[in-house]
């Protein structure tokens, strides 16, 4: 600043500006810096290109986000216009006495995916909800930091939604048009897909996110084996996300039994063929494992039940257990229409299975509003007695409970439809009753969630103060300080007595200080 020659970088702003050569001040030849003559300067430029010295400022023209999303819309709404007319053509090719026929057992193969896709789907708004409710998820459901968000678990749902209804096109349009070897081929090859994609050992296609699906699916079938004594006994207890995803599971008890009867086709190569609506076909209509499969949810959840009263002793997991199994009845009553007489199951056994059917939906409502919602009638839905749990509700207004609660018993109604083997023929009406099973558990998601949120929360709060209490009494201790001279805080006050120590605390009961000290 006051005398000497100073120094200024090639790069410096102070001699360049957008776009522009860059200004050499000194290259060691002159004391004073002169200029250099500007036939160097294209030698100097093009050797410090080599070498990497000079950053080029190329314009580079990128799309807008804007545009990419608008043009992926327009590439997916083409995509299923295409698919739908394409179905459509293969389908009026065929006769009127054969297509229903077909039309169901299509139905049959991608009915369980398409519901899949649209649970996926359905998860990842409820993953959108909880982060937009700063619900912590990933805590109560004991997630590591690699989980998947909604964004990733959206991008799996769309790779579904191409997936699933592309192959179905293709066997359509392939059985239509006289290539039936082909159009076999179709559902086996997605299956099997599937499958890989699941089980694939490598670190693509989240791999720890599959993983710890596949443990909690294995999880939920361990209480089944230790029932039976075929496992140890020390076996982990049954966790959050283990009663959780089984309680999914009942909701999808239809998407399995149609995933059962499509595999046992595939196995038997009765792939596009009708001979599955043969009473005596192996894998047909009347098969005993159709009962059997939609009865396996409700088994493994019923065993979870009985692991957890034998792990906590707590009575209510037994009347949770017992709610489960009024499911039995409702299934393999609907089956016998099968294998009775239409006399016997008129007079009999449909008043036995409509009987069924309303304890079932009854005692599965009143607990999901009492017991998975804690929305007891009293106490959160009308009156609010507690000021603290209205403030913690997530979901909004006071409307959103008495819809959940009145859809809910709608729902949980025409729920036993999906489970009556003898109501299986009517495909549409199953697929309409069975995607609004989805929707009840998709919403029965948020308040079971919001519930253990709140327990979590509660059980942290009422802990702390006491634990914080006694950390400070230990110091005291420690430090060798007389109880009866200090004041630990505003609200808590030691004294000594000639036989033991008195403390008084504001906010907390006097026999959790008791037991405290005790421990202490």
């Keep these: 600043m006051f005398g000497g020659p100073s120094t200024i970088s090639t790069n410096s702003p102070l001699l360049r500006r957008s776009g522009s050569r860059p200004v050499f001040s000194d290259l060691g030849s002159s004391e004073l810096g002169g200029l250099v003559d500007e036939s160097l300067l294209p030698q100097v430029e093009s050797s410090e290109m080599k070498t990497g010295s000079l950053q080029m400022h190329a314009p580079v023209i990128m799309p807008s986000p804007i545009f990419l999303w608008r043009f992926k819309v327009f590439l997916f709404v083409l995509w299923g216009f295409s698919c739908c007319k394409i179905s459509w053509d293969s389908v009026m090719r065929m006769s009127g006495d054969l297509r229903d026929l077909f039309l169901y057992e299509a139905f049959l193969y991608y009915n369980p995916l398409l519901l899949v896709t649209m649970m996926v789907w359905l998860w990842g708004v409820n993953l959108w909800v909880f982060a937009q409710s700063n619900v912590n998820y990933s805590r109560i459901f004991d997630l590591d930091q690699s989980h998947l968000t909604q964004r990733e678990i959206w991008k799996c749902a769309t790779w579904m939604t191409i997936i699933v209804p592309t192959s179905m096109t293709a066997y359509l349009y392939l059985y239509s048009h006289g290539e039936v070897?082909?159009?076999?081929?179709?559902?086996?090859l997605l299956y099997a897909a599937v499958a890989m994609v699941l089980v694939f050992p490598f670190d693509i296609f989240y791999l720890s996110s599959r993983y710890y699906l596949l443990r909690t699916l294995w999880r939920i079938l361990l209480p089944l084996q230790a029932s039976f004594h075929l496992i140890i006994s020390n076996y982990n207890a049954i966790?959050?996300?283990?009663?959780?995803?089984?309680?999914?599971?009942?909701?999808?008890?239809?998407?399995?039994?149609?995933?059962?009867?499509s595999v046992c086709r595939m196995v038997h190569r009765q792939v596009a063929t009708i001979a599955w609506f043969e009473a005596d076909s192996v894998c047909g209509s009347h098969s005993i494992a159709i009962p059997l499969v939609l009865v396996f949810p409700y088994v493994c959840r019923f065993f979870q039940c009985l692991r957890q009263y034998k792990d906590t002793r707590e009575k209510t997991t037994l009347l949770n257990a017992l709610k489960y199994s009024t499911a039995v009845p409702v299934i393999f009553l609907s089956a016998l229409k099968y294998h009775v007489f239409p006399d016997r199951w008129t007079t009999f056994y449909r008043p036995l299975w409509l009987l069924s059917s309303v304890?079932?939906?009854?005692?599965?409502f009143y607990w999901d509003v009492t017991r998975d919602w804690d929305l007891s009638v009293p106490s959160r839905i009308f009156k609010f007695r507690n000021p603290n749990l209205c403030s913690n509700l997530l979901h909004g207004q006071q409307w959103v409970y008495y819809w959940a609660v009145g859809s809910n018993l709608i729902l949980r109604c025409t729920w036993t439809y999906k489970l009556s083997a003898h109501l299986r023929h009517n495909y549409l009406t199953v697929f309409t009753i069975t995607t609004l099973e989805m929707l009840r558990r998709f919403q029965w998601v948020f308040f079971r969630v919001e519930n253990e949120s709140n327990k979590m929360t509660h059980k942290q709060s009422s802990q702390l103060p006491l634990t914080e209490y006694f950390t400070e009494v230990t110091f005291l201790v420690e430090v060798g300080l007389s109880a009866s001279e200090l004041i630990l805080a505003d609200d808590v006050v030691i004294e000594d007595g000639p036989t033991d120590t008195t403390c008084r605390m504001t906010g907390l009961?006097?026999?959790d200080i008791q037991t405290g000290l005790k421990q202490f």
């Design 181 to 188: 070897s082909l159009a076999a081929s179709q559902p086996v």
């Design 239 to 261: 966790t959050f996300p283990d009663f959780f995803l089984a309680d999914i599971l009942t909701s999808m008890a239809k998407v399995l039994s149609d995933l059962e009867r």
């Design 359 to 364: 304890i079932n939906s009854l005692y599965s």
């Design 509 to 511: 009961p006097e026999d």
